[in-house]
């Protein structure tokens, strides 16, 4: 076992504890909360929580279109990259994480009108 690849968890009345330390061989185990551990390509942080990652793989994409709309290629190979090379990127994390529909649906939706006061 190598304490530098291993993480520590402590549950205490489905409460999270960071004071408690797990050692081997006289080293410190890391503990999750310290250093976020990835496990079949999904990470765990001390949040155990799905929102945060929803709002990254929006980052993502509002980026990943950026970057395409940016790159000065033609309207087909545009659609190329965005078929190809963006949108699987984007379905890992979708696939993975358990976000809600209406995370979803907040980052579809327009923007508020502001109203206009004459």
Known sequence: MKPKKSRSLSVRKVK???DVCCKVASQDIPRIGQKPAKS???WYDSS???TKRGSEAFEQASVGLQAIDNC???GKNKMWCLQFMLIPK????????EISTSTEE???A???KK???H
Do not use: I
């Open 110 to 112: 327009p923007p508020p």
């Open 90 to 97: 984007l379905f890992w994390p979708l696939l993975v994480y």
């Open 48 to 50: 155990l929580k799905d």
């Open 72 to 74: 000065g290629l033609p």
């Open 106 to 108: 907040s980052k579809e």
């Open 16 to 18: 999270l504890v960071e």
């Open 115 to 117: 109203k206009q006061v």
């Open 40 to 42: 079949l390509g999904r």
